[in-house]
């Protein structure tokens, strides 16, 4: 009678601490849910932040002036362009 109520005392325990050991990483792996779910929430604004930005820079506005200022760029005009012949293709024709 004593090692039966030795062995349920011992699987008792083993019970009760499988139960804690189980509500703690219950609980853990809640709480990285939450973390992840708010790294992805606050991912998805700044995304959408940085799409929005994105769409302010590539304006065509702003490219001219930029191009214009820091590249010094100007549009082509009939005085400027230069045309080129490829004397090599001109001369295989023939």
Same mark, same amino acid.
């Given at each position: 009678? @004593?090692?039966?109520? @030795?062995?349920?005392?011992?699987?008792?325990? &083993?019970?009760?601490?499988? @139960?804690?050991?189980? %509500?703690?990483? !219950?609980?853990? @792996?809640?709480? $990285?849910?939450?973390? !992840?779910? *708010? $790294?992805?929430?606050?991912? &998805?604004?700044? *995304? /959408?932040?940085?799409?929005?930005?994105?769409? &302010? /820079? &590539?304006? +065509? %506005?702003?490219?001219?002036?930029?191009?214009? =200022? /820091?590249?010094?760029?100007? +549009?082509?005009? +009939?005085?400027?362009?230069?045309?080129?012949? =490829? *004397?090599?293709? !001109? $001369?295989?024709?023939?």
């Amino acid at each position: 009678m @004593l090692r039966l109520n @030795l062995v349920l005392l011992l699987a008792v325990m &083993a019970s009760a601490i499988f @139960l804690v050991h189980s %509500q703690y990483e !219950s609980r853990r @792996l809640f709480t $990285e849910l939450d973390r !992840s779910i *708010n $790294e992805s929430r606050r991912l &998805a604004t700044e *995304n /959408q932040r940085l799409e929005v930005e994105k769409r &302010a /820079q &590539a304006t +065509p %506005q702003r490219v001219e002036v930029l191009a214009r =200022d /820091q590249l010094k760029m100007f +549009p082509a005009t +009939p005085a400027i362009t230069q045309y080129v012949q =490829d *004397n090599a293709r !001109s $001369e295989a024709a023939q």
